[in-house]
T-cell receptor, first 113, second 116 residues
Framework: ETGVTQSPTHLIKTRGQQVTLRCSSQ?????VSWYQQALGQGPQFIFQ???????GRGNFPPRFSGLQFPNYSSELNVNALELDDSALYLC????????????FGPGTRLTVL | AQSVTQLGSHVSVSEGALVLLRCNYS??????LFWYVQYPNQGLQLLLK??????LVKGINGFEAEFKKSETSFHLTKPSAHMSDAAEYFC??????????????FGTGTRLQVTL
């Protein structure tokens, strides 16, 4: 059984560009949550997808968007990148119950110059 | 709204000494609480979770935490630190929604250093 994987590992972009980050959920998991972890901070909830539908969103602007595919993998898209978007982006997958353990991937380190 | 406060951004202990990492929470609903550990260049790994059953929760790697409602605390302890425990530790609280996976609110983390 494979765990949660994310790609790419590292990414460097410039201000104004767009980026897509990818997450493959653990086998059998139908829910993916995305978090942003700025340097020296705890992760902050961006949004969650359950069976291909957005199911909750944190305090992030609309230029942060996502998708979940029929195989439950997911993408995080960020448009019009800003310097403050530099962070570690983590995805977590789970079975969808509110007490089910969320399994985190290793993250994608995004640097915006 | 839910929030957690972790007291002490850095904690240093000697190998073999007691580890105590502090977490206080604020929640408008009965809280579900979690401790996660993050090793360098890795994602988060669940250590333990409180889900309103026993107030003393045992987790992996010898860690445990006690839920104290009167103190709104959920401190993490380990009787004897090991060098491999050096990592960043995060306390988190669930948004309390039922029926779907939780949205977690994390604290700012405590970096644990273990010295010889």
């Amino acid at each position: 059984e494979t765990g949660v994987t994310q790609s790419p590992t590292h990414l460097i972009k410039t201000r104004g560009q767009q980026v897509t980050l990818r997450c493959s959920s653990q086998s059998g998991h139908n829910t993916v949550s995305w978090y942003q972890q700025a340097l020296g901070q705890g992760p902050q909830f961006i949004f969650q997808y359950y069976r291909e539908e957005e199911n909750g969103r944190g305090n992030f602007p609309p230029r942060f968007s996502g998708l979940q595919f029929p195989n439950y993998s997911s993408e995080l898209n960020v448009n019009a990148l800003e310097l403050d978007d530099s962070a570690l982006y983590l995805c977590a997958s789970s079975l969808g119950g509110y007490l089910d353990t969320q399994y985190f991937g290793p993250g994608t380190r995004l640097t915006v110059l | 709204a839910q929030s957690v406060t972790q007291l002490g951004s850095h904690v240093s202990v000697s190998e073999g000494a007691l580890v105590l990492l502090r977490c206080n929470y604020s929640s408008s609903v009965p809280p579900y609480l979690f401790w996660y550990v993050q090793y360098p260049n890795q994602g988060l790994q669940l250590l333990l979770k409180y889900t309103s059953a026993a107030t003393l929760v045992k987790g992996i790697n010898g860690f445990e935490a006690e839920f104290k409602k009167s103190e709104t605390s959920f401190h993490l302890t380990k009787p004897s630190a090991h060098m491999s425990d050096a990592a960043e530790y995060f306390c988190a609280v669930s948004d309390g929604r039922t029926g779907t996976a939780s949205k977690l609110t994390f604290g700012t983390g405590t970096r644990l250093q273990v010295t010889l």
